[in-house]
């Protein structure tokens, strides 16, 4: 059994960046996939960006293509969500996830982090 734990959210001016943290416990989740959603207010989750067990291969939404980069570090049991360039329209409850294989899917995820909210103002 084990769990993730998102943060890093915050409210910030567009143009401006944010790191968000994963943090897993209770298992390792070194051969996971590690998935990065957000859910605006009144819209479905959609599916950021996702990185492969050994970090080898990343996937990005169009929409963030070039701004975010995700990483992991798996002696931390982590994954990050690197936001640059942010625009008001990332306003969002950011998740991470985790996935036995890679998918831009919700259902395809088994864990999933508490949420974190990211405002972005201009």
């Known amino acids: 059994q084990g769990a993730l734990a998102d943060s890093g959210g915050g409210s910030v001016q567009a143009g401006d960046s944010l790191r968000l943290s994963c943090r897993g416990s209770g298992r390792s989740f070194s051969t996971d996939v590690m998935g990065w959603f957000r859910q605006a207010p009144g819209k479905e989750r959609e599916f950021v960006a996702s990185?492969?067990?050994?970090?080898?291969?990343?996937y990005y939404a169009d929409s963030v293509k070039g701004r975010f980069t995700i990483s992991r570090d798996i002696s931390e049991n982590a994954a990050y969500l690197e936001m640059n360039s942010l625009k008001p329209e990332d306003t969002a409850v950011y998740y991470c996830?985790?996935?036995?294989?890679?998918?831009?899917?919700?259902?395809?995820?088994?864990?999933w982090g508490q949420g974190t909210q990211v405002t972005v103002s201009s």
């Open positions: 996830a985790a996935s036995r294989v890679q998918s831009r899917v919700t259902v395809s995820y088994d864990y």
């Open positions: 990185i492969s067990w050994n970090g080898a291969k990343t």
